[in-house]
């Protein structure tokens, strides 16, 4: 026999509830989760504590110049720090970085998880992994000894884009140009080179989070893509990466933190010059905050290495604001994602 | 096995065979698909329906260690050709997947026209072509005031529909279902099959289905699936879908379809 169940009766008071763990072993590993994401917090802060207290004096004798300004003298009583050059170097080789990088990493992860055999892309996960574990000391070289001619050689090519004409008509491609007429014969040094060295950095990191993300999607979505009739590139374009780019975002942005950070491989390949060079990729002329700091801070005086802790403060922030912009991007372009 | 298809065969398959790598999972399948029917292919899990289903339209051969053999005809011409395009195929012949899978980063009526956005058509009418497939599809009562909203804002049921609806916006001549209600509730479950009632006048339809009822409630003719132990799946009864339930003649299918095993 079935009941009516009686509803009309009083409800008891609400209890209280445990929200944490019971056992001593949940409660321990409770404790050592929450202390290793605690760590990584307070390691962020303290640095953050530290360069601002080391590079307080710096803002204060150098000002805004400190960022927009182009000198760099460390004698005494004619102190100048400005990083203006390096700042903007750091910025436009990242963007060359990602315009070279992200492209070919892309297509790799395409190519590992869509296309290649079994065989294939295991060996090819596993070349790519190693490139990621690549010691940039050892790019840098590499650069500096075998990319750079092979790329100074494309250099000299591009060049002779810098001004076109065909009868009549005739442009100029000022991005090709030399803002000086320096000797053209030589394109070592330059932003264009340093920028293809980022670029071979950061492919294994996008590649491998974009690889990621492409094997954990639905294959019944491309599926049903291609039952539609779409052809492989449609498919690509108009369903994969769609779905996948707040991931493929995500790759992206932990190659470009690299690519500002990146200090090594760069020192070795660019001709630091205290001069901003705003697009003239192909000149031997460029900057990297943090290649500054490599090459100034062994035998730098007391108020010079306080100015590089500051320009290290700058990137710090620099980066900061490109992770949090992107992460407004992200959820912006996914509406979807909140559902 | 008794021949049913008196009207012209639209679609048939002759003899296709099935191997993934070395393992041989489908012999000589040779079943009609007649216009305007409802076929069901049922069987137990891994009897190797749905990959059945799945040469019907090629996509089969996405699957990099798949091997074929037979012949898949449709309106007499070999689908597996050697001049034939397998895009020229899936155009023809539409499928709908298990899961509800609409493209999550469009709109309804993205949706819709994403077939031909894929295929990279032109010069149709969108907004009549998205009303039409979707009022095909039983949906667009629900969905006509919102129909820029994103897809995946539809309830599971709606989904499939609108899935059904992005098929049927390519004007496909036969229509594929591959266990399309298996992730439904009932009531969802009901309204696909009336769908699938209403599309059947004017195309052919199979689907894959595990369940018995549904089988019985949509289909004209039933083809039942079984692999028996290390030995490659094939039909051991085809025929028309009462006969098939209520007088099989082999006593597998008379045990499977009233669920003794599977």
New interface residues.
């Given amino acids: 026999m079935s009941d009516i169940q009686d509803v009309t009766a009083e409800v008891p008071a609400r209890r209280q509830l445990r929200t944490k763990p019971f056992s001593l072993a949940d409660r321990l590993f409770y404790g050592i989760t929450k202390s290793a994401s605690s760590i990584s917090v307070i390691l962020v802060v303290a640095i953050l504590l530290f360069l601002l207290s080391q590079s307080f004096s710096t803002f204060q004798t150098q000002g805004f110049d400190f960022i927009t300004g182009s000198q760099w003298n460390n004698a005494k009583g004619h102190e100048v720090f400005q990083i203006g050059p390096m700042l903007w170097g750091s910025v436009l080789i990242s963007i060359l970085g990602i315009i070279g990088g992200v492209p070919m990493a892309i297509a790799a992860a395409y190519f590992i998880e869509f296309m290649a ?2 065989s294939v892309a295991k060996v090819a996960t596993v070349l790519v992994d190693l490139l990621a574990a690549m010691p940039s000391i050892v790019i840098g070289l590499w650069g500096l000894y075998v990319l750079t001619p092979v790329v100074a050689h494309w250099g000299s090519l591009l060049y002779g884009l810098h001004h076109v004409g065909i009868g009549p008509v005739s442009f100029d491609i000022p991005l090709f140009a030399m803002s000086d007429g320096s000797d053209p014969s030589t394109f070592g040094g330059s932003p264009f080179i340093a920028g293809w060295i980022v670029a071979v950095m950061i492919v294994p990191i996008i590649t491998s989070v974009t690889r990621e993300i492409f094997s954990q999607m ?1 294959r ?2 491309i ?9 492989r590139s ?2 690509f374009m ?2 994969i990466l ?2 996948a ?1 707040g991931g493929v975002t995500g790759g992206v942005l932990l190659g470009l933190g690299r690519a500002l950070g990146e200090t090594v491989a760069i020192f070795y390949v660019l001709n630091l010059v205290s001069d901003i060079n705003w697009f003239n990729i192909l000149q031997s002329k460029g900057g990297s905050v943090a290649s500054l700091v490599l090459q100034k801070f062994g035998e730098g005086t007391p108020n010079e290495i306080k100015a590089l802790m500051a320009a290290g403060l700058v990137l710090f922030v620099l980066t900061l604001l490109v992770n949090w912009l992107a992460a407004v991007i992200v959820n912006r372009a ?3 994602r909140k ?1 | 096995m008794e021949n049913i298809a008196t009207s012209a065969s639209h679609l048939r398959s002759e003899d296709v065979n099935v191997w993934f790598g070395e393992r041989h999972v489908l012999k000589n399948v040779s079943l009609n698909f007649p216009s305007n029917q409802v076929t069901a292919l049922i069987g137990p899990s891994g009897c190797g329906k749905s990959t059945f289903l799945r040469t019907l339209n090629r996509m089969h051969e996405l699957i990099p260690s798949a091997g074929f053999a037979g012949k898949v005809l449709l309106d007499g011409h070999d689908i597996y050709d050697h001049d034939v395009d397998p895009v020229d195929v899936r155009l023809n012949i539409g499928m709908v997947f298990q899961k509800p899978n609409p493209f999550p980063t469009m709109s309804i009526r993205e949706n819709v026209l994403s077939g031909l956005k894929l295929t990279g058509r032109r010069g149709y009418n969108a907004s009549e072509l998205v009303e039409t497939s979707l009022r095909r599809a039983s949906i667009w009562n629900e969905v006509k005031d919102r129909l820029n909203d994103p897809a995946l804002s539809l309830s599971g049921g709606q989904q499939q529909r609108l899935c059904i609806a992005r098929s049927l916006a390519m004007d496909p001549e036969v229509l594929l279902m591959d266990e399309p209600c298996s992730a439904l509730d009932p009531g969802s479950t009901r309204r696909i099959e009336e769908t699938i009632t209403e599309l059947s006048d004017s195309m052919t339809i199979v689907i894959v289905t595990h369940n018995m009822q549904q089988a019985q409630r949509v289909s004209h003719q039933t083809a039942f699936f079984l692999a028996e132990e290390g030995n490659p799946g094939r039909v051991v009864e085809f025929g028309k879908t009462d006969d098939v339930f209520n007088s099989p003649i082999d006593p597998r299918t008379n045990d499977y379809v009233n669920g003794h095993f599977g």
């Fill in positions: 055999p079994k639905d019944d979505l599926n049903s893509a291609l039952a539609l009739g779409g052809s449609s498919v108009r369903v769609p779905t780019s996914q509406p979807w559902l």
